[in-house]
């Protein structure tokens, strides 16, 4: 996923467009070398991505067959409800973990990361994995 990152910044570039957003999930903790597996997507958090954004993840991902991204869903909004689940004051402890010439991403900090992973483990025993690499004590 990093690759894919990496490459879609310079994309977005060549094309004229910047976008900055948080991020969590496990594309979150691979970029933060927490852990070392795959994902196949990108979960945003916030904000909504723009349409050009969405048009070039799409295009992107065709252009890119290497990279098994899907080409529809790589990039998504899917768990942005959770904001209304996250503690008064979240936005004050995000990080930068990723900034490119045309992309920056940020993600919770950890407690707060460790809550969404918390909630998504009720559903997936992968999250259960990801839980125990963020090493809460």
Known sequence: MIEAIRLFDKYLGANGVKFEAIIIGGAALIVMDIINRTTKDIDFLEPNIPEEV??????????HPDLNLDSMHWINNGPRTLIRDLPKGWRNNIQKIFEGESLILWTLGRPDLLRTKLYACADREIDYQDCCALMPT
């Open 54 to 63: 969405k048009k070039l993840s799409v295009e992107f991902a065709i252009k």
